[in-house]
């Protein structure tokens, strides 16, 4: 049984970082592709960020460019999201995702897998 579970969200205000865990479980991790997305109240899932089974290939949405690094560990079975910089509309749940064949970071039908969302709050 495939699972994705995030960890290290949490209350943090504007300016500062969290860095966010997702550890993966029944799969070959190193085959997978794997993405972040993230969903505020209201709103449609949004991308983040995307790895590819190599760490040399990786996409981010605009609005992260320059903050946020994504980042594996194929020895641990973990994919990272450091979060720099944080600002009040970063606030959302975030969820990591896996695509078994490494296809385009959109659309999220793409992704086989999906975790249960870890909660971030960007106080300002």
């Known amino acids: 049984q495939v699972q994705l579970v995030e960890s290290g969200g949490g209350l943090v205000q504007a300016g500062g970082s969290l860095r966010l865990s997702c550890a993966a479980s029944g799969l070959t991790f190193s085959s997978y592709a794997m993405g972040w997305f993230r969903q505020a109240p209201g709103k449609e899932r949004e991308f983040v960020a995307h790895i590819g089974r190599v760490s040399s290939l990786t996409y981010y949405t605009d609005s992260v460019k320059g903050r946020f690094t994504i980042s594996r560990d194929n020895a641990k079975n973990t994919v990272y999201l450091q979060m720099n910089s944080l600002k009040p509309e970063d606030t959302a749940v975030y969820y990591c995702?896996?695509?078994?064949?490494?296809?385009?970071?959109?659309?999220?039908?793409?992704?086989?897998?999906w975790g249960q969302g870890t909660q971030v709050t960007v106080s300002s």
């Open positions: 995702a896996a695509d078994r064949y490494a296809r385009s970071w959109w659309p999220p039908s793409n992704y086989d897998y």
